[in-house]
Every structure is written in structure tokens, then in C-alpha cells.
């Protein structure tokens, strides 16, 4: 009978500190819960840019620091088609700092009538105006293949600050003009050994009146001084 009460007492206190623990526990949880998010700064573009992204993240303000849902930030900043990437930082108690970098422009491209920068994040911003000092690429222009042709013209020799336009071809072949007028025809395959081989003749001033390299049959070069 006695080790029955005492069992009974044990139970009893089990329950107590239980109930105890469980208030405290909702407590601890509902002061995360009230600490809101009060600031945001966002900075990174320009302050017009900046501006429409921190309206965009308003609803976090009805969030908790601590219980941030961090695919719907992720998901809103990435709609903005001049971010290339971002970073986003909990200052406590209740702020948050998001910074961005900027997509660098690779190129211009007319479609339908609308202008593009082309966008190293693989994204077309639209633009009122065009940048002369970028290549412009024709519109049939595939954007994946062109971040890739990006690519290894950037790991070539050639340097693509003299391009002035990109002709894309079905074949996925490509046509490169340089701002010298020169308009050099690429290989499918083996384009950096044709790059390096454009290179050295639009720098050699033998060639000054060259305006027509013909680089896609292997092992041949074709020059030309007349346009085509």
C-alpha cells in the first residue's frame, strides 16, 4: 500500500514538471514568434532597383527573424532579371540585409521589336536603348548556346571587345564581325584553335585589308579583302 502512494506521489510530480516544461517551451516559442522583422535593406543596383525589390519583400515584415521561409525570398529575388546572385544576412533583432550583384551584360539582341541586354545570368533585361560598346546578336540567337560561346571566346586569345556582332546559326555554327568590319566565319568544332588563328591575322598588319576570314574547313584558311 505504501509503495503504491509513493508510486502515486512520483506520477504526480512526473506530471507537474511535465506541464512545467511544455508552458515554458510554448513561452520560449511564442517570444521567437513575436520578434517580427521590422527593416529591410537591400542594396547592390541602382536605388530604383533596389527600392522595387524591398516593396517585393514587404511580406516578410508579418514573418518571424527566426521562421523565415527562405524559398519564397529566394523565389522573389530571382524574378528580378538584373540579379546575378545575393546574399542575405539576419541582424538581430529584427533586420534583415540583403545585398545583390548585378548581372554583367554580355551582349544586345532585338526580338519582336524590344530591346535586350543579354545578361550573364542567362536572362534578357529589357532596355530603351542599346549599348554599342557590347556585340549585338541576331535574333535566332540561342541564349544558352551563346553564354557557352561566351565562354570559350573569353578563354581564348581573341579579344571580344572587338566584336561588334554574333550570328548564330542552326547548325549551331558561328559568324563573329569585329569592329574592324572583318567578318569571321567559325568551325562547329575546334573554335578556339579558329579564334586563336582570327586572332593573329586581325592583328598582323599584312593583312590590314582583309575582310573575309573563312576558318570552317579544318587545316584552311580562306582571306578575302572584299566584303561578303
Not at 180 to 192: D, T
Not at 221 to 226: E, H, R, V, Y
Amino acid at each position: 500500500m505504501m509503495q503504491h502512494q509513493i508510486d502515486k506521489k512520483k506520477l504526480l510530480i512526473y506530471v507537474i514538471f511535465f506541464l512545467v516544461l511544455s508552458t515554458l517551451n510554448n513561452i520560449t516559442i511564442n517570444n521567437f514568434n513575436l520578434v517580427k522583422i521590422s527593416k529591410i535593406e537591400v542594396s547592390g543596383l541602382n536605388n530604383e532597383d533596389n527600392l522595387y525589390i524591398l516593396n517585393q519583400l514587404k511580406f516578410l515584415k508579418l514573418e518571424s527573424i527566426f521562421f523565415l521561409n527562405k524559398e519564397n525570398i529566394i523565389d522573389t529575388i530571382k524574378k528580378n532579371n538584373l540579379v546575378e546572385n545575393f546574399y542575405i544576412k539576419k541582424k538581430y533583432p529584427s533586420s534583415l540585409d540583403v545585398k545583390l550583384n548585378k548581372t554583367k551584360f554580355l551582349a544586345n539582341i532585338e526580338l519582336n521589336g524590344n530591346r535586350f541586354f543579354v545578361g550573364s545570368n542567362g536572362k534578357l533585361i529589357k532596355t530603351d536603348y542599346l549599348n554599342n560598346d557590347l556585340p549585338y546578336l541576331s535574333e535566332s540567337t540561342s541564349i544558352d548556346e551563346f553564354l557557352y560561346f561566351n565562354k570559350v571566346i573569353k578563354k581564348s586569345i581573341f579579344d571580344y571587345n572587338q566584336i561588334s556582332n554574333i550570328y548564330f546559326f542552326p547548325s549551331k555554327r558561328w559568324d563573329i564581325k569585329t569592329k574592324k568590319e572583318i567578318l569571321i566565319k567559325l568551325p562547329i568544332e575546334n573554335i578556339n584553335e579558329a579564334l586563336k588563328n582570327a586572332h593573329y591575322i586581325v592583328n598582323d598588319k599584312k593583312f590590314l585589308n582583309i575582310k573575309h576570314i573563312d576558318l570552317r574547313i579544318e587545316n584552311q584558311i580562306i582571306l578575302n579583302d572584299k566584303k561578303k
